[in-house]
């Protein structure tokens, strides 16, 4: 039984159109979606893929075809005849050619041609019961062979494109970070010098401070450089501007 059908542009991966009522009854369906979408990925990378193939995922198979810059996929039953599987392929590929062909590379947003589920759902039924006379007459059909086309597993296929992906991930999150250390370190020194200098300033106003203060006849205590007590008695005779100023830094 035909579970997925998705068509997509194989020079950039673009999805082209879907079945929208697939997978409504399918387990994990989103999962299946996914590793279809990494398939399309692989292709668009240009890996010399054949232009026909099943891959085993599960308890489903991937079967697609590529024609004309463009794959048609559908996934179905490990226990769905192959050949009916291409054959429904087959007539996907040539309506969709007949009546967008001249579209398919002028295409810019995702599934632009979602009008094309009123096909997808209408060829389907006719390939769902593989006991129809329809069906039964295409199995016998010695002229359209299935038997050289290629079967791999989902791991094979998606697995080599994944550790590439896996590397350039890394190596782009290591150049990331390196950049972000770079900028902490600068901004780390640039914080050390501005310390090193407000601490030396601060040092020689606390000095000039405190020999103001000790200058004063009626100063009632001593005060050692650098330190003084929370509250000080306005009889220090110091300027209004400066007192507060004093009052602000020590509180």
């Not at 769902?128 to 007459?137: F, H, L, V």
């Not at 590397?167 to 902490?184: C, P």
């Not at 020999?211 to 003084?228: A, I």
Request: glycine share 4%; net charge neutral; charged share 30%.
């Amino acid at each position: 039984m035909v579970k997925l059908t998705l068509i997509a542009r194989v020079t950039d991966g673009l999805p082209l159109a879907e079945g929208l009522d697939d997978g409504r009854d399918l387990k994990d369906a989103e999962f299946y979606k996914q590793q279809v979408k990494a398939l399309f990925k692989n292709l668009s990378k240009g890996q010399n893929e054949p232009s026909r193939m099943s891959i085993e995922t599960g308890p489903y198979i991937f079967h697609y075809i590529i024609e004309g810059r463009v794959c048609y996929l559908t996934m179905c039953d490990r226990t769905y005849p192959k050949k009916l599987a291409f054959q429904y392929l087959e007539d996907l590929k040539n309506e969709f050619e007949r009546v967008n062909g001249n579209q398919i590379e002028t295409a810019a947003r995702p599934y632009a041609f979602i009008k094309f589920d009123t096909f997808i759902q209408k060829t389907k039924k006719l390939y769902q019961d593989t006991r129809t006379q329809r069906n039964i007459a295409k199995l016998n059909d010695e002229l359209y062979e299935v038997h050289q086309i290629m079967t791999r597993n989902v791991q094979e296929v998606l697995g080599v494109g994944e550790k590439l992906d896996q590397v350039s991930q890394m190596s782009s999150r290591l150049t990331s970070e390196s950049r972000v250390y770079a900028d902490k370190a600068r901004d780390l020194n640039r914080q050390v010098s501005f310390d090193s200098e407000m601490g030396s300033r601060c040092n020689s106003f606390w000095s000039c401070l405190s020999s103001l203060l000790y200058q004063k006849e009626d100063l009632v205590m001593q005060l050692p450089v650098g330190r003084f007590p929370r509250r000080v008695e306005q009889k220090f005779w110091l300027p209004l501007d400066c007192y507060e100023l004093f009052l602000w830094a020590y509180a």
